[in-house]
């Protein structure tokens, strides 16, 4: 089992930047991939970034690059986001995963945190 926590998100105008970060607890953190999804009021969950066990490789949805940074720090058990110039079009509740490998699908990963929510006004 592994629990996730995300904090960080809030209120920013666009042109603005957050970072978000997901704390995990129990089974060894460096054995998941992790991954960030996002859903908007009326959406389907959509795939953001993801990152591999060791940090190595990475993986964006195209709308993020070059504006989202994915990373971990296997020692604190953490995941981040780091989210530059925002749009309002990301406004959304921000999910970090963990699953044995990384995938855009949703349905690859195991262990979901409660969201953490961002919204960037125009």
């Known amino acids: 089992q592994v629990q996730l926590v995300e904090s960080g998100g809030g209120l920013v105008q666009a042109g603005g930047s957050l970072r978000l970060s997901c704390a995990a607890s129990g089974r060894a953190f460096s054995t998941y991939a992790m991954g960030w999804f996002r859903q908007a009021p009326g959406k389907e969950r959509e795939f953001v970034a993801s990152i591999s066990r060791s940090g190595g490789i990475t993986y964006y949805q195209d709308s993020v690059k070059g504006r989202f940074t994915i990373s971990r720090d296997n020692a604190k058990n953490t995941v981040y986001l780091q989210m530059n110039s925002l749009k309002p079009e990301d406004t959304a509740a921000y999910y970090c995963?963990?699953?044995?490998?990384?995938?855009?699908?949703?349905?690859?990963?195991?262990?979901w945190g409660q969201g953490t929510q961002v919204t960037v006004s125009s």
């Open positions: 995963a963990a699953g044995s490998y990384s995938s855009t699908q949703p349905s690859a990963y195991d262990y």
